[in-house]
């Protein structure tokens, strides 16, 4: 039996956090546009807004507090939020691809 340091438990927490944070966001995409927006009253652009752009970004702040943890990004701030850019774009990509492949536009 190999013993795991515990460097490496904090390894596998970190990133299964980082896999949990972009199934979360895309479920949301993807339920949000599948329920109809769940039928709330707001125009279309705040529609948008909140869909795309308060999730994503809430998405990024999760993903740059996640990474903050890996020793990769120990020490350098810029990479870290280049990392939360890029995985909250594929996220979302990823969840408004799904909902308007499962649903249509």
Same mark, same amino acid.
């Given at each position: ?17 980082? $896999?949990? *944070? @972009?199934? /979360?966001?895309? !479920? ?7 329920? =109809?927006?769940?039928?709330?009253? &707001? ?15 809430? $998405?990024? *702040? @999760?993903? /740059?507090?996640? !990474? ?7 020490? =350098?701030?810029?990479?870290?939020? &280049? ?15 799904? $909902?308007?492949? @499962?649903?249509?536009?």
């Amino acid at each position: 039996m190999t013993a795991v340091s515990i460097r490496d438990r904090v390894l596998m927490k970190r990133i299964a956090l980082i $896999a949990l *944070i @972009a199934a /979360a966001h895309i !479920a949301f995409l993807y339920g949000c546009y599948g329920a =109809r927006f769940f039928g709330l009253p &707001l125009s279309y652009n705040a529609t948008m807004a909140v869909w795309l752009g308060v999730s994503t970004i809430a $998405a990024g *702040i @999760a993903y /740059a507090r996640a !990474a903050a943890g890996l020793a990769w990004f120990s020490g =350098r701030t810029p990479l870290r939020h &280049l990392f939360a850019i890029a995985a909250a774009g594929i996220s979302l990509y990823a969840g408004v691809f799904w $909902a308007f492949n @499962a649903f249509g536009t």
